[in-house]
């Protein structure tokens, strides 16, 4: 399964939302639960719940945590103390108790241990795997009821902006066994798009990329005329590392354009779910860029060449085009625009061989998820502990006071980090680009929320001329990525993956050779060291060596999952 690629941390730093103390209703009324002794609650009951209600007496949940060496603290707090627990305990009488913390690192091996053992808290965070051998051996909570009855509006609706999908990965036999957790910067913004350096576009006369024929057009005037002025041959038309589907530099959005889907699976003509990488429509795409490479639009090394050994490629002022996402205009300001004040980028849509508009293949919405245990005596309180987080997060604007909930710039603190259950709208970054352009149209953004406010100062700094900010104008501006996103969900497409389960048995086993195999296999073809009909051999061998076995499981998971 395809994992979730990472912003930089600049950039979801930035995108974090924020959260005070509010006052909060007492919840006398009976905690209710799908455990049998709750089953004899009435439906009138279950209208009477208060979803952000307050323990009367308190109640004490136990969970378990990661942490890493982003996790600082000020003078007197922890993990287990700290602004969030203290909002719990004051305001809805809810107190959430770490069995034990470790290191991110060590988190699967001590959560292995204590799924062995049984040994498991209330609530928990687990991935698909996880989740799936929780409930395969009936150590889950049913959460249907409970989120029925005490989700929020808003919670249900932030579920829904995937179109339900993260849902559908923690239903097993119609019975939802987990809460995905989803990401502000996820959904349709992780779509890829085109980076191109602008001011080369015009120096060399050449046309915005409409076509794939446009982008190789671009591509060889940047490798063959001297984009750079330095009278040599030494830039790249086209940026590629060595991973081939993420970082900056990756070849999936192009294959898109050729109505390609490597490493997703998605419904062929008949309804079957087929996987993206071997299917005929991924050949026409590989030959091309075996044309491009061969042609010298590609660098020669870019088959042991890092994101990292890109992006100082573009330092460098070696490399004008390259497909990748919607944050990386932060690193191209870092790594070039700062350097070099003349380097000007801007982020183009994905595009086709005819000029039609692409369906950019988009990340999994949700690989982690929050499960309950087993006969809790309060499942309910894991959906508690959401409703609060998205309420004072999304639901209460209070922009116009200091943010206790932000990174901290002079100490490097984000007490955001420390709630135990997060979960995020995916529009929320699209969202604030909408509002941020409509305020920058009136001139008046002193009603703007987190994070737009944010975005509405930076911008109107650099209108003012602060260059620093160029990366916000890059990112959240008129024609910046964010434009490309919205133009994305405009036009209503973006393909997600159809297997939203967890690995199946031969998956689990097979997996990692098969990727192998096909990074090989892709790499040789760029490269010219094997003919473009070595895909077909490819697809062959995949099948054999436990594709078309992956590809039964997947379609029995999906046929009982529809």
Known sequence: MKKRSLMTVS?????????????????????VSSSPESKATTAAEAQKVDPLGKYDPPIE????????????YAEGDSIDSNIWTKIFEKDYGLKVKNLWTVDSSQYRQKLNVSIASGDLPDFLEVNKEEMQRLNEAGLLEDLTTVWKQYATPFAVDVLKQDNGIGLKAATFNGKLMGIPRTYSNG??????????????????????PKTIEDVVKIATAFAKQDPDGNGKEDTFGFGLNKELFSGHGVIGGFLNGYNAYPEIWTKDANGKLVFGSVQPAMKAGLKQLQELYKSGLIDKEFA?????????????????LAYGSVADGGYIQKENHTKDP??????YPIVSTDGKAVNPQLLDTANVFYVVKKGAKHPEAAIKLINIYLKHFYETNYS??????????????LPAKYAPVVIDPLNTNLEAFLKVQDALKSGDGSKLGFPANIHFDRLTKFKAGDDSMWFSNAVFGAEGSYSVINQYNNNKVGKYNDFVGAATPTMAEKQATLKKMQDQTFTKIIMGEVSIDEFDKFVADWKKQGGDAIEKEVNDWYNKNK
Do not use: Y
């Open 11 to 31: 950039f979801s730093t930035l995108l974090m939302a924020s959260i005070v103390v509010s006052g909060c209703t007492k919840d006398t009324k009976p905690a």
């Open 61 to 72: 949940v136990t969970t378990v945590r990661q942490v890493d060496a982003t996790f600082k």
């Open 187 to 208: 959904g349709v913004s992780t779509a890829q798009m085109i980076w191109v350096r602008t001011d080369w576009l015009q120096k060399l006369n050449l046309p915005e």
């Open 304 to 320: 042991v060449k890092t994101t990292t050994k890109v992006q100082e490629d573009v330092a460098a002022g070696r490399l004008g």
């Open 342 to 347: 003349k380097a000007q980028w801007k982020a």
């Open 400 to 413: 116009p006071n200091p943010n206790p909930f932000i990174t901290d710039p002079k100490t490097g603190i």
